[in-house]
């Protein structure tokens, strides 16, 4: 729960965190704007039976969140929770390869093999520098590759 417009800079923490929030909206002034369906807000003073009916469905929605899966559809876009974002052909192929394993790590040869088809990469670094790219492109929508050290990377939900 957080305290608005009091507690504003708190707020941009928890969005950023992708945290669930409970906004109590002081005085007479206008609601904010919920940017996404972790987010509510409530005007106090308020009864106890409707402040846990909106913690509730922040709960529910929560944990809904956290059981998405991402998808990248035949026009090489990756979407997840209500967002999308247009991949390249490369990254659009690396990003499959590791939302079809989410949550678990994907070797470098298997990445090397789903993004050129011949399994070959066009340079030494170059599967390193399409990751590094990918993992800018989709660092807004909640989710981020980490490298696990001599055995691949795993795309998950960043927390």
Known sequence: MVR???EAE????????????LLLVEGDGPPPIAVD??????????????????????ARAAVEAALEQPLVDDDGLLR???????LPPVEARLAAALV?????VVSRDALTRAAWS???????NALDVHMSRLRRRIESMG???????????????AH
Request: net charge positive; proline share 6%; hydrophobic share 40%.
């Open 4 to 6: 608005w417009p009091a």
């Open 10 to 21: 708190r707020l941009d923490h928890l969005r950023a965190a992708g945290r669930a929030r």
């Open 37 to 58: 369906r972790l987010e509510d807000w409530i005007r106090l003073p308020a009864p106890d039976l409707d402040l846990r009916a909106r913690v509730d469905r922040l």
């Open 80 to 86: 997840y929770s209500q967002q999308w974002v247009s």
């Open 100 to 104: 079809d394993r989410f949550g678990s």
């Open 118 to 124: 011949d399994g070959q990469a066009p340079g030494r």
């Open 143 to 157: 989710l981020l590759i980490t490298t696990v050290r001599s055995r691949g990377y795993l795309l998950a939900v």
